[in-house]
C-alpha cells in the first residue's frame, strides 16, 4: 500500500436555511448524535471514532461550506499546501491551533473550482459506539466538476490521492484502502452532488431505508449496487434539498487492483446498477444533484 498524506475522509459542513430542521432530521431520522453547538454550529458524530461527521451551519441558502480530511502527519501539511498552490488552490489559512470543538490543528485551502478544503491532524476522537443501522462515518462526497479531469489531476497531484476508476462522468480517486473517498462527476456546475454515510452491512442499508420511508422520506434513487466501488447504495433528499446517501460494502483495494475505464463501465441499456432493480434516476433526483453550490468566497 502507498503512503497516503490524506488519510481519509473526515467531515462535511453543511449550510442549511434551516438548522433546527436539519439538526432534527440528522439526528431523529438519519442516525447521527449531536455532539457540540459552538458560535452557533451545530456538530453531529456517527457511531465510529470520528469527532463528527457532519457540522451544520445557518445560511441563506443550503450549501456545501467545505469538506474536512484528516492527515497522516503535521508534516504533510506544508507539501500538501505546496502542491495544492502549484495545482491552482489558495491557501486561506497556515497550519494552526483548531479552536472547534475537535481540536487538533487545522489548515485550510480553497480548491481551484472554489470548494473550500480542511485538512486536520490530531484531532479529537471517539470511542466507537455501534447502533446497528445507524452511519458509522462517511464513506464519500461526491462532488460536481465542469472539469472532471482537471479536478482529479488536483487530488492526484495537490493531495496524493490515486485514481482507482474513471466512468464516462465520474472519476474515483481514493486516500486509503477504501475504492474511493472522493467522487468527482460532470457537470455544468461545480459543487455538492451528494454525501454518502457508511452503514455496517447491507442488512442495515435495507432497515434504514425503511426508517427513511416511514419518516416521510422516500427513497430517491435505488436500492441497488454501483460498479465502481461495487457498493450497495440507497439515496434520500434532506428537508433542505441536500442528496445524501446511504451505503455499505465498499470495494477495499490495494496497489493489484487494476483500473478500468469509461469503456469497461457500462450497463445494457435501461439499467443504471449491477442488480438491474433500482428505477432510472428521476428528474426533481438529478435537479437535486446539481442544486448545492459551493459557499461563495
Given at each position: 500500500?502507498?503512503?497516503?498524506?490524506?488519510?481519509?475522509?473526515?467531515?462535511?459542513?453543511?449550510?442549511?436555511?434551516?438548522?433546527?430542521?436539519?439538526?432534527?432530521?440528522?439526528?431523529?431520522?438519519?442516525?447521527?448524535?449531536?455532539?457540540?453547538?459552538?458560535?452557533?454550529?451545530?456538530?453531529?458524530?456517527?457511531?465510529?471514532?470520528?469527532?463528527?461527521?457532519?457540522?451544520?451551519?445557518?445560511?441563506?441558502?443550503?450549501?456545501?461550506?467545505?469538506?474536512?480530511?484528516?492527515?497522516?502527519?503535521?508534516?504533510?501539511?506544508?507539501?500538501?499546501?505546496?502542491?495544492?498552490?502549484?495545482?491552482?488552490?489558495?491557501?486561506?489559512?497556515?497550519?494552526?491551533?483548531?479552536?472547534?470543538?475537535?481540536?487538533?490543528?487545522?489548515?485550510?485551502?480553497?480548491?481551484?473550482?472554489?470548494g473550500v478544503l480542511r485538512f486536520v491532524h490530531?484531532?479529537?476522537?471517539?470511542?466507537?459506539?455501534?447502533?446497528?443501522?445507524?452511519?458509522?462515518?462517511?464513506?464519500?462526497?461526491?462532488?460536481?466538476?465542469?472539469?472532471?479531469?482537471?479536478?482529479?489531476?488536483?487530488?492526484?497531484?495537490?493531495?496524493?490521492?490515486?485514481?482507482?476508476?474513471?466512468?464516462?462522468?465520474?472519476?474515483?480517486?481514493?486516500?486509503?484502502?477504501?475504492?474511493?473517498?472522493?467522487?468527482?462527476?460532470?457537470?455544468?456546475?461545480?459543487?455538492?452532488?451528494?454525501?454518502?454515510?457508511?452503514?455496517?452491512?447491507?442488512?442495515?442499508?435495507?432497515?434504514?431505508?425503511?426508517?427513511?420511508?416511514?419518516?416521510?422520506?422516500?427513497?430517491?434513487?435505488?436500492?441497488?449496487?454501483?460498479?465502481?466501488?461495487?457498493?450497495?447504495?440507497?439515496?434520500?433528499?434532506?428537508?433542505?434539498?441536500?442528496?445524501?446517501?446511504?451505503?455499505?460494502?465498499?470495494?477495499?483495494?490495494?496497489?493489484?487492483?487494476?483500473?478500468?475505464?469509461?469503456?469497461?463501465?457500462?450497463?445494457?441499456?435501461?439499467?443504471?446498477?449491477?442488480?438491474?432493480?433500482?428505477?432510472?434516476?428521476?428528474?426533481?433526483?438529478k435537479a437535486a444533484q446539481l442544486a448545492v453550490?459551493?459557499?461563495?468566497?
Amino acid at each position: 500500500m502507498p503512503r497516503f498524506p490524506v488519510t481519509a475522509l473526515r467531515s462535511v459542513d453543511l449550510g442549511t436555511p434551516d438548522i433546527d430542521v436539519s439538526a432534527k432530521f440528522y439526528c431523529d431520522v438519519w442516525g447521527l448524535e449531536r455532539v457540540a453547538e459552538v458560535a452557533g454550529v451545530i456538530y453531529l458524530r456517527a457511531s465510529g471514532s470520528d469527532h463528527h461527521v457532519v457540522a451544520l451551519h445557518r445560511s441563506a441558502t443550503t450549501e456545501l461550506r467545505s469538506v474536512t480530511f484528516r492527515v497522516a502527519s503535521s508534516d504533510d501539511f506544508e507539501s500538501i499546501a505546496a502542491n495544492a498552490r502549484a495545482e491552482g488552490a489558495q491557501l486561506i489559512s497556515a497550519p494552526a491551533p483548531n479552536d472547534a470543538p475537535d481540536g487538533g490543528t487545522v489548515m485550510v485551502l480553497r480548491g481551484p473550482e472554489g470548494g473550500v478544503l480542511r485538512f486536520v491532524h490530531g484531532d479529537a476522537t471517539h470511542a466507537p459506539k455501534p447502533r446497528g443501522d445507524r452511519p458509522e462515518r462517511l464513506a464519500h462526497v461526491n462532488l460536481n466538476s465542469t472539469d472532471v479531469d482537471r479536478s482529479a489531476r488536483f487530488y492526484e497531484k495537490a493531495l496524493g490521492f490515486h485514481l482507482t476508476d474513471r466512468s464516462k462522468i465520474m472519476a474515483f480517486v481514493r486516500c486509503n484502502s477504501d475504492h474511493h473517498a472522493v467522487v468527482i462527476a460532470e457537470a455544468k456546475v461545480n459543487g455538492l452532488n451528494h454525501v454518502a454515510f457508511l452503514l455496517p452491512s447491507l442488512e442495515s442499508v435495507m432497515r434504514g431505508s425503511g426508517r427513511m420511508i416511514d419518516a416521510g422520506f422516500p427513497i430517491a434513487w435505488g436500492v441497488g449496487r454501483h460498479g465502481p466501488g461495487d457498493n450497495v447504495f440507497s439515496y434520500f433528499i434532506d428537508p433542505v434539498g441536500t442528496v445524501i446517501e446511504y451505503t455499505a460494502e465498499v470495494l477495499q483495494v490495494d496497489d493489484a487492483y487494476v483500473f478500468r475505464g469509461p469503456h469497461q463501465w457500462v450497463w445494457p441499456p435501461g439499467r443504471t446498477d449491477q442488480w438491474g432493480i433500482a428505477p432510472p434516476k428521476a428528474e426533481h433526483v438529478k435537479a437535486a444533484q446539481l442544486a448545492v453550490g459551493y459557499a461563495a468566497a
